[in-house]
């Protein structure tokens, strides 16, 4: 039988057919955001987010201070501070694949909950530290929360909320990520770095307060044949005035049709396995596009080429962008669609990672170049280039190129690879695949925030900037042709839209 070709049109043709969905009036009963209680258990939820923010980008501003200590015992060699760098990303990843049992076996809301734990301890480490050894345990501490709650959060905001509101939630975790890093930036010109760790632990306490007043996930309730209180739980996030017969009663059909653990012929078929791959292979081509890198190492970079004002300015200046930017995603990503923000995010992404390229291997080089951060230890781009002068405009080409890199990712590939993953992922599979999401991307990171000071000590810091924009290209092939728009569509109807395997979701 001939496949239907791409895009067609017509009733055997539509992606997400609406004979299963509420007439008008009930459509508008379940799907307006009429209960403003499912934003604070959001918001509860996203504080998670904030932390893993925060530590991701600790290292910005402490390791240049590190290097500079008068303490034998903490003062950073370049391995050091590769490792110092590096290694949240390792913690994360254990997070990730501890996330793909306790997903499922504690649910969302406690395994969100539980990753205070390992945060506040990493982060107590991190403020007493007189040790390398103890800097160490509390990034990978802090980064194994972060790894946790980047599992978690996202498949929880996603099953409580609606499909109306649903991509601005969605965006959610990565506007509090975003938050959590200005807030590091900003405070990092204010506070001695272990001062920044002792306020690492506020957010954290005051997420655990709220969570603790929050329902589990419907979905999740429903799935451990928690009746009762899954609808309890539906009711307090719609309202009591909010009909939630025909949305309870679809979450209950699909959770059915799922009540058994996954057998192995069941993940060899391609509605399984087929969503699985596309959130693996997104949240791969995500950290390849070396957002990690660049925030681990911003303030570095900064140090390390000619710019105009002072590094830890451009640092907490390109945050307040980044935040700008996730912002305009939140407000526009259930408007223009999933897809075309991610199309829009890889170009500027590849035009930005282009830009800082060139500059660094043909543009002017600092007038005394750091050589305690570790980035090169030789002059950048060779020996032909002009000395920078703090007043040359020229100089405000990184800053503007990283802005645009950040306002890129911050706009599409940020928010929209968390919010696709918690959509296209099946409920069977939801805490395991969503784990092993998690595990696949950090594992990434770590490979990545690692070889990034090799690389750049070998070859010059262009070349990892060569390598993103080359990435950012593949993406926009692989988004074209493989990711699905899922605008306006209840999980459900997600979900059902992979079992029929029509591939006409391509378009």
């Known amino acids: ?75 950073l060699t370049k391995t050091q501070a590769s490792w110092f760098g590096s290694v949240f990303t390792l913690g994360s990843a254990a997070g990730g694949l501890s996330a793909m049992v306790l997903n499922d076996l504690l649910g969302r809301k406690l395994s969100i909950m539980f990753s205070a734990v ?31 709650t980047a599992a978690c959060i996202p498949v929880y905001v996603s099953e409580i909320a609606t499909p109306g509101v649903r991509g601005a939630l969605g965006a959610t975790p990565q506007l509090m990520a975003v938050f959590g890093s200005l807030s590091l930036y900003a405070l990092g010109l204010l506070l001695p770095w272990r001062w920044l760790a002792v306020a690492g632990e506020g957010p954290v306490l005051v997420m655990i307060l709220l969570l603790s007043f929050m329902p589990n996930s419907p979905r999740f309730l429903l799935s451990r044949g928690r009746d009762a209180e899954a609808l309890r739980a539906l009711a307090w996030l719609r309202g009591a005035d909010t009909d939630i017969r025909w949305e309870f009663e679809q979450i209950q059909d699909n959770v059915r049709r799922q009540s058994t653990r996954m057998s192995w012929a069941e993940a060899r078929n391609p509605h399984t396995y087929r969503p699985i791959l596309i959130a693996l292979v997104m949240r791969f081509l995500q950290q390849l596009m070396g957002i990690t890198p660049v925030l681990v190492y911003l303030q570095p970079i900064f140090e390390s080429t000619a710019v105009l004002l002072p590094p830890k300015d451009d640092a907490a200046i390109v945050g307040a962008v980044r935040l700008f930017s996730v912002l305009i995603a939140a407000l526009t990503m259930d408007l223009a669609g999933r897809k075309v923000l991610l199309f829009i995010s890889a170009t500027i992404m590849f035009a930005a990672n282009l830009t800082l390229g060139l500059y660094v291997h043909f543009g002017p080089k600092p007038l005394t170049p750091n050589s305690t951060v570790g980035l090169e230890s030789v002059p950048l781009g060779g020996t032909g280039q002009p000395l920078a002068t703090p007043s040359s405009y020229l100089t405000l080409v990184p800053l503007v190129a990283t802005m645009l890199f950040i306002m890129g990712y911050a706009m599409g590939w940020g928010p929209i690879t968390w919010l696709l993953m918690s959509e296209i992922l099946p409920l069977q599979a939801r805490g395991v695949a969503s784990g092993l999401c998690v595990l696949v991307s950090w594992l990434t990171a770590f490979a990545l925030t690692k070889s990034f000071l090799l690389v750049v000590n070998a070859f010059g810091l262009h070349v990892p900037f060569f390598f993103f924009a080359a990435i950012c290209l593949a993406s926009l092939v692989f988004t074209s042709c493989c990711v699905p728009e899922t605008k306006g569509r209840s999980l459900e109807q997600i979900e059902s839209f992979f079992r029929t395997g029509r591939r006409s979701f391509l378009h």
């Open 1 to 75: 039988m001939q496949e239907p070709l791409l895009g067609a049109e017509g009733p055997d043709y539509d992606t997400f057919p609406e004979k299963s969905s509420p007439s008008p009036g009930e459509r508008t009963r379940v799907g307006a955001p009429q209960n403003k209680r499912v934003f604070l258990a959001t918001f509860a939820a996203v504080l998670g987010n904030f932390s893993f923010g925060y530590a991701l980008v600790y290292t910005s501003p402490v390791i240049p201070a590190l290097e500079h200590s008068l303490d034998p015992d903490l003062s």
């Open 118 to 148: 390992p945060s506040a301890a990493g982060y107590a480490l991190m403020a007493g530290a007189h040790g390398f050894w103890m800097l160490l345990l509390g990034r990978t501490l802090t980064g194994f929360a972060g790894g946790l």
